[in-house]
């Protein structure tokens, strides 16, 4: 696949990598990712550059993943991550660990009622946790 930048036609992974170089912040490289499907992942795996050499290394802490510039590629279903229009795939790349905050209530609140089945000799309890999601950076 290619991809027209200005006049001229690249591949994908060079503006890929483009992009990762250049818009993407330098923090969110530490712990950043990329996500894609399927189709994306065979695209990006079948990619050689001008010397015959694939793109995708292997990661050196687990062998059987890939990388890309240094992150980290994880792959999903194309029946989970669909394909956009005219067979196009997704990639998604960037920090997602601190795209999202999970805030929880720390710990769990016990309501116990003796009145509420006092006809059937029964005491009822319930357990109420509290956790909400909230996202951190719309960017």
């Known amino acids: ?10 591949p994908v992974w060079d503006a890929l990598k483009k ?7 330098p923090a969110a490289k530490d712990s ?7 189709t994306g992942f065979q695209i990006l795996d079948g990619a050689k550059d001008d010397n ?7 990661n050196p802490t687990d062998g059987t993943r890939k990388t890309f510039c240094g992150l980290t590629i994880h792959v999903f279903s194309n029946a989970q991550l669909a394909n956009n229009v005219d067979g196009t795939a997704p990639i998604l790349y960037g920090d ?8 929880d209530m720390l710990g769990y609140q016990f ?9 059937k000799n029964q005491t009822h309890m319930r357990v109420i ?3 909400d999601v909230i996202q951190a950076d719309t960017a």
């Open 19 to 25: 992009s990762i170089n250049v818009d993407l912040d």
């Open 111 to 119: 309501a116990a009622s003796a009145q509420d089945g006092f006809d």
């Open 96 to 103: 997602i660990k601190n795209a999202a905050y999970f805030m």
């Open 1 to 10: 696949m290619t991809e027209v930048l200005g006049s001229a036609t690249v």
């Open 32 to 38: 950043g990712v990329i996500v894609t499907n399927q």
């Open 52 to 58: 015959g050499r694939p793109i995708l290394t292997p």
């Open 129 to 131: 946790e509290g956790f």
